[in-house]
């Protein structure tokens, strides 16, 4: 059975921290794009960050750049979002992902995880969404 089990939401204030895990588990991990989505009220779906894990290579949509930090523990088969400096605009329910990574072009997909234009319509798996409060 393909679970993504999300965990670590939750209320902060500005200028706070949290960290979301996403464990694995139903399919083979490093054949898969792993990360997070989030949906904040009224607004769409948007990819906010994801992770190559055979090399670990990061991607961040513009907003969260500089502030999340996404990682990958293989051995677990976790990914992490490490949020510093959350605003209140980080608002949202967070979702974990995954897609199965092309042969071929795989950076396009990295890129448009996060690109803004795809809110993740015909994702392979998801996870159930953990909210993240961030109060000013």
């Known amino acids: 059975e393909v679970q993504l089990q999300a965990s670590g939401g939750g209320l902060v204030q500005a200028g706070g921290s949290l960290r979301l895990s996403c464990k694995a588990s139903?399919?083979?991990?490093?054949?898969?794009?792993i990360g997070w989505f989030r949906q904040a009220p009224g607004k769409e779906r948007e990819g906010v960050s994801c992770?190559?894990?055979?090399?670990?290579?990061?991607y961040y949509t513009g907003s969260v750049k500089g502030r999340f930090n996404i990682s990958s523990d293989n051995a677990k088969n976790t990914v992490y979002l490490q949020m510093d400096s959350l605003e209140p605009e980080d608002t949202a329910v967070y979702y974990c992902?995954?897609?199965?990574?092309?042969?071929?072009?795989?950076?396009?997909?990295?890129?448009?995880?996060?690109?803004?234009?795809?809110?993740?319509?015909?994702?392979?798996?998801w996870g159930k969404g953990t909210q993240v409060t961030v109060s000013s």
């Open positions: 992770i190559d894990s055979s090399d670990g290579t990061p």
């Open positions: 139903g399919f083979t991990y490093d054949d898969y794009a």
């Open positions: 992902a995954a897609e199965k990574v092309p042969q071929e072009n795989s950076q396009l997909l990295y890129r448009f995880w996060v690109s803004g234009q795809w809110q993740g319509y015909g994702m392979d798996y």
